[in-house]
T-cell receptor, first 116, second 113 residues
């Protein structure tokens, strides 16, 4: 069975400081990994994904994430946080070996609060 | 611009009512999904469809059914609404390729009283 853990319910960071939102995963095979963002009263928006290749993935709005196979982690990062980055962030995983069923497992979400 | 549209942003229904949540996508995606979002629980998959008239149960299908008569439309049905089905419901679609991301609708906040 696949699973995703987001260990922090909330992350607070000052505007202009670097931010990290943590994600660890568990799959039986190789993972496809995703980050999504949700602004208040909205659906989820895709930020970035890791499929294969370079472990550092760049995405929308200046976000990036680093895939670490040995630590089974896929942490989301941004060098300089903006107040507008305040939102709920979800990590998700799909097992490459999950067969025909396209199941994606989402984490419980991390609320990012950027303080002016 | 790609779009997944859910028919209602907010719904209030009475216990025991039959409730229909509609979702339409304009991207010709094969896969469509219904998720339920609750604080502290993240997104949980209710049902999934990979083709017209095809459906698969997700993690929490009890009390729900779905219908996909056309490729672009995926409906979630609450046969007899209960207060524990008060939640945010999110529809999503994606291509069949498993390395592609999903596109989400804006969500329907359902309150059952």
């Amino acid at each position: 069975a696949q699973s995703v853990a987001q260990p922090e319910d909330q992350v607070n960071v000052a505007e202009g400081n670097p931010l990290t939102v943590k994600c660890t995963y568990s799959v039986s095979g190789n993972p496809y990994l995703f980050w999504y963002v949700q602004y208040p009263n909205r659906g989820l928006q895709f930020l970035l994904k890791y499929i294969t290749g370079d472990n550092l993935v760049k995405g929308s709005y200046g976000f990036e994430a680093e895939f670490n196979k040995s630590q089974t982690s896929f942490h989301l990062k941004k060098p300089s946080a903006l107040v507008s980055d305040s939102a709920l962030y979800f990590c998700a995983v799909r097992d490459l070996n999950s067969g025909g069923y396209q199941k994606v497992t989402f984490g419980t979400g991390t609320k990012l609060q950027v303080i002016p | 611009d790609v779009k997944v549209t859910q028919s209602s942003r907010y719904l209030v229904k009475r216990t025991g009512e039959k409730v229909f949540l509609e979702c339409v996508q304009d991207m010709d995606h094969e896969n469509m999904f219904w998720y339920r979002q609750d604080p502290g629980l993240g997104l949980r998959l209710i049902y999934f469809s990979y083709d017209v008239k095809m459906k698969e149960k997700g993690d929490i299908p009890e009390g729900y059914s779905v219908s996909r008569e056309k490729k672009e439309r995926f409906s979630l049905i609450l046969e007899s609404a209960s207060t524990n089905q008060t939640s945010m419901y999110l529809c999503a679609s994606s291509l069949w390729d498993r390395n592609t991301e999903a596109f989400f609708g804006q969500g329907t906040r359902l309150t059952v009283v």
